[in-house]
């Protein structure tokens, strides 16, 4: 499995209500309160750690290695095993001084002390007027102290094949109930053509089809964490899914990213794609022969409401245990909102940007080549600002996520259905805070 894969399959955008409680609803509380003599310059050379899974990300690390010699940074790929090798870190209590972290992920690592408060540095505090506010008290745990800084976020788009909808006569699909008629419709004029898959072993992809249905999966309130992963909100997306699933519209056998998902899509076998803004790269790099053909338009919408959905996105931490804080806030900062490097990024690693400073770059207010030169990433930008930037995480998302993945894994087999799944998420959220006693309900 590639970096960019895995990178794409761990990480998710999380929002910050709650977050800021969390200290409050474990025990012990966390110890990450930084001193102000710890963010002092160092008086010789510097050299950092920065382990990430973005690809090409050594490319960005050696533009500022070229530009500082006296703060070095040593860039380490860990996407084969993200989490698992920053736990064994930690617990070893040889972490890194800086480390990419999915806003999901950030609650869970936040329970083990894993993060030092930048705030003693004056350069932490004043970069949060650099970064879209939302992700900035995502990262802040709502403003509780600067724990990392936001890196890029995932707007979610439909990606199409303009060609195949022509030659069908399909109309671009506004609502999901024209998506789910354009299914129908492609699927009976060639038997072998499925308007898109459904990854069950994606939890991450869902839960943004979730978020963008106003289907909180948590809130927290009078001192404890309310699970609601089974609302009404939540159903209504799990059974428009499932009677896909059923009519055999969509493909159930495919994961993403994978080599099967691009032969799919080469052999004109599938006609779309629900993905984010991250996802542009991909086709453009592994399906070059298809340039020309997609085109990125908005999210189908449930009715007349615009909300979208968000898939992705990360920060980089300022890992506990770091010697050079000052140095890591330079770096950080440079590395997330200085304009060469956030072009960088995106031409190399396809982050769509959350520092404020990414909307001005002029990649991305370009046309894109591949995408028949459409300026691919307004619509992304329209859908950042349609995302609900209430929507939060459980403290245990990522237990959660795996009996979600495991349940929709035996609902597209045949065993069970998605509402089913959604069942079992709830139920693993329930048990995994209580057995952390983490104060916590079943909500209405």
Known sequence: MSSTVTRIRLVAVAAAAGIALLAGCSSPAPSDKASAASCAPAKGKVTLQYWNTVPGMDQVVALWNKKNPDIQVQSKNISNDQYGTIGNALKAGKAPDLAQVGYDELPALRTQSAFVDASACSAAKDAKSKFVPWTWSQASFDNTGVFAFPQDTGPMALYVRSDIFKQHNIAIPKTWDEYAAAAEKLHKADPALSMTFFDPNNAEWFNGLLWQNNAHMYNYSGDKWHVTVESAQSKQVSEYWQKLIDDK????????????????????????????????????????????????????????????????????????????????????SWLNTDPEALALENKVGGLYPAATAGTKLPALSQGVPYYNNEKIFDVFADSSKNIDTSFAWSPTQKTVNLALQDAMAKAAAGDGTLSDALAAAQASALKSMKDQAIPVTAGK
């Open 249 to 332: 519209v969509v493909r159930t056998d495919l994961a993403n990213g994978s080599t099967q998902m691009y032969a799919a899509y080469q052999k004109d076998q599938i006609a779309s794609y629900v993905g984010a803004a991250w996802g542009y790269s991909m086709f453009r790099d592994n399906l070059p022969k298809q340039a020309g053909k997609w085109s990125i338009v908005p999210m189908p919408t449930w009715g007349s409401n615009p909300a979208s959905g968000d898939w992705g996105g990360s920060t980089v931490g300022f890992m506990k245990g770091s010697k050079h804080l000052y140095e890591s806030v330079k770096f950080n």
